[in-house]
Structures are given as C-alpha cells and as structure tokens.
C-alpha cells in the first residue's frame, strides 16, 4: 500500500506563493497518476490538478495558469506550486495516486494540508 503525506500548506496572503508536496512511500508499485484535490468547508472535494504516467496534466479552470502540478523523476514526490492565491482557494488540499501493485490497481489518499489564503 501507498502511503501518501502532503506538507507545504500554511496562511499566505492574497497575491501570495505557496509549495505543496507529497510523497509517496511504501513497496513496489506503478504510479498511473497523481493528483492534488481541495475540500473547502462546506463544500465537496474537487479535482484541481492531475499528472499522468506519461507527463500529461489537467487542471481545474479555476486554477488554469496560476498552480503547476510537477513530479520528480522517480514518481516519489508530486508538487503543487501554487501563485497569485486567492481566498477562495482556502481549503484543505489532499494528494491522490492510482497506481498498480503486483497488477492490481489501487488508491491512496494523504491525509491532507491546510491552505488559507487571507489578509
């Protein structure tokens, strides 16, 4: 099983920065895609950005052109940098893999960072 643990989040004010990461750890697997979700009070978790086995991304329109989702080569560790935030991206941000073990698919899930975005 994969575990996954995000950190990076924290309080930043609008027009602000912020890097999340997660990484992934635990036996022999195949990384189908990984991707950063957000859940914000109230609200039902959302899909903000993916990246595939083979490179590709997709992201959320709300997040087109200010968050990159990037990978290291290894497929240990997955990025979210986040710019220009904006309070309505306040939330608790969570890391999602696909990935193949022994052939079975799987699904993890990280236990999630808290962002807040305010002056």
């Known amino acids: 099983q994969v575990q996954l643990v995000e950190s990076g989040g924290g309080l930043v004010q609008p027009g602000g920065s912020l890097r999340l990461s997660c990484a992934a750890s635990g036996g022999f697997f195949s990384i189908n895609a990984m991707a950063w979700y957000r859940q914000a009070p109230g609200k039902q978790r959302e899909l903000v950005a993916v990246?595939?086995?083979?490179?590709?991304?997709s992201y959320a329109d709300s997040v087109k052109g200010r968050f990159t989702i990037s990978r290291d080569n290894a497929w240990n560790t997955v990025y979210l940098q986040m710019n220009s935030l904006k309070p309505e991206d306040t939330a608790v941000y969570y890391c999602k893999a696909d990935y193949l073990s022994r052939g079975t698919a799987y699904r993890s899930w990280g236990q999630g960072t808290q962002v807040t975005v305010s002056s």
């Open positions: 990246i595939r086995s083979g490179g590709s991304t």
